[in-house]
């Protein structure tokens, strides 16, 4: 007898209602006990996991509901009719499971996407450098989001000024890292306030310069 078998025997029976609906932590298919479990798509049957199926990794030994000859041709959806995302042969490319009842991926860790091709740029060892969080576009793709002070497209360009105090809070860091200066601000960190202070810069009766230095007007 099975672990989960053993498990199903000794609780109650609203406990082994729930369980039958339910999924494993490491997979999302329909856990079944029964051919009576998979009503809800007419073409499944309740059924093992082949070792060479792609879902047999993630079925941990229980009987999913899933369509017949899924080790060979890995078509989902209630009806057994639609190819998985990433196409027949490896479904979700092969990270990720596809869900029978949706015919949609649930990518593994780290990867993203409709079929799961795109995966996190990694810098130093780490996602997005450990310094921002890879998320997921509308397009299907995928990015880094990286947290104040650095930009680039795994999070490794520290914004000029340093990433505690990037453009030295008086400029907007762009995602090279460089700064556009607020009015009245000058430097590559913008740094420097124009002469006649940053509020009135040349005292009003000129302009400042990129260096910080004042043109007159007439």
């Given at each position: 007898m099975s672990n989960l078998?053993?498990?199903?025997s000794k609780l109650p029976i609203c406990t082994i209602f729930w369980l039958h609906l339910s999924t494993s932590a490491a997979q999302n298919n329909l856990i079944c006990?029964?051919?009576?479990?998979?009503?809800?798509?007419?073409?499944?049957?309740?059924?093992?996991?082949?070792?060479?199926?792609?879902?047999?990794?993630?079925?941990?030994?229980s009987n999913i509901c899933q369509c017949p000859n899924s080790t060979?041709?890995?078509n989902a959806g209630p009806y057994c009719d639609t190819e998985c995302p990433g196409g027949s042969r490896t479904p979700c490319s092969g990270h990720g499971e596809c869900v029978f009842g949706s015919a949609k991926c649930v990518c593994d860790d780290n990867w993203f996407g409709t079929n799961c091709s795109a995966?996190?740029?990694?810098?130093?060892?780490?996602?997005?450098?450990?310094?921002?969080?890879?998320?997921?576009?509308?397009?299907?793709g995928?990015?880094?989001?990286c947290a104040d002070g650095w930009r680039g497209p795994s999070c490794t360009v520290e914004c000029q000024g340093g990433a505690d105090t990037p453009c030295s809070n008086t400029g907007i860091c762009e995602g090279d890292g460089s700064c556009t200066c607020l009015a009245g601000?000058?430097?590559?960190?913008?740094?420097?306030?124009?002469?006649?202070?940053?509020?009135f810069p040349c005292n009003m009766r000129g302009r400042c310069t990129l260096d910080a230095a004042c043109e007159c007007d007439p």
């Open positions: 078998a053993w498990l199903k006990l029964s051919q009576a479990d998979c009503f809800s798509s007419p073409a499944h049957i309740c059924a093992g996991v082949d070792k060479h199926s792609p879902w047999y990794k993630y079925a941990l030994g060979v041709v890995a995966t996190c740029p990694i810098a130093y060892g780490q996602v997005c450098a450990r310094r921002g969080a890879c998320m997921a576009t509308l397009g299907g995928i990015t880094c989001r601000w000058r430097g590559v960190d913008c740094s420097i306030p124009c002469p006649g202070s940053y509020l």
